[in-house]
């Protein structure tokens, strides 16, 4: 299974519209507390959730409490990478669940946490006129690379509601 993991978000916008990306590809959320801002219905639905019923997600006390309870893959997305997300292989099912690990919008993921797994700290490519993409933006950007070389997953590829057909359609 995929996941994308957040650690301790602060923009609630960028969490929802995360949040919207989880319910498309079928990726739990995981969200690492503190969180700034507060986690209600009434706070999403301003973020523009409104898949939330159809999301799995799970907060966490900390970086421990999440570690000891999930096991598997770690990625983490850092602009301090040195290699670029398309360089990791995650196509076999057999090496267990993928965590891709997102840093909170002002600081990122803190250097004690990226320096235990340097070999699994990656960079989206970018020129030098910006320090990071938004944290959403990135989001898609990884999920969407993992489920490109996992042949997305049984995701649909056909419009469902107006029909395969809509575009031939009068």
Request: a negative charge; aromatic letters at 12%.
């Amino acid at each position: 299974m995929n996941h994308i993991v957040l650690y301790q978000p602060e923009i609630p916008q960028n969490t929802g519209n995360i949040m919207r990306t989880c319910v498309a590809t079928n990726t739990k959320l995981h969200l690492i507390k503190p969180l700034g801002f507060v986690l209600d219905d009434a706070h999403l639905k301003r973020s523009g959730v409104n898949y939330i019923d159809k999301l799995e997600y799970e907060v966490y006390e900390n970086w421990d409490d999440f570690k000891s309870k999930n096991k598997g893959n770690y990625y983490y997305f850092t602009r301090y990478g040195r290699k670029p997300h398309t360089s990791f292989d995650f196509t076999n099912e057999h090496n267990g669940d993928i965590y891709l690990i997102f840093g909170k919008e002002s600081t990122g993921i803190p250097k004690e946490i990226l320096k235990k797994d340097l070999e699994h700290c990656m960079r989206i490519p970018m020129t030098d006129n910006v320090r990071a993409l938004n944290v959403s933006n990135s989001v898609a950007v990884a999920i969407y690379e993992v489920l490109r070389q996992q042949d997305y997953n049984n995701l649909l590829r056909e419009e469902p509601h107006k029909g395969a057909d809509f575009l031939e359609r009068d």
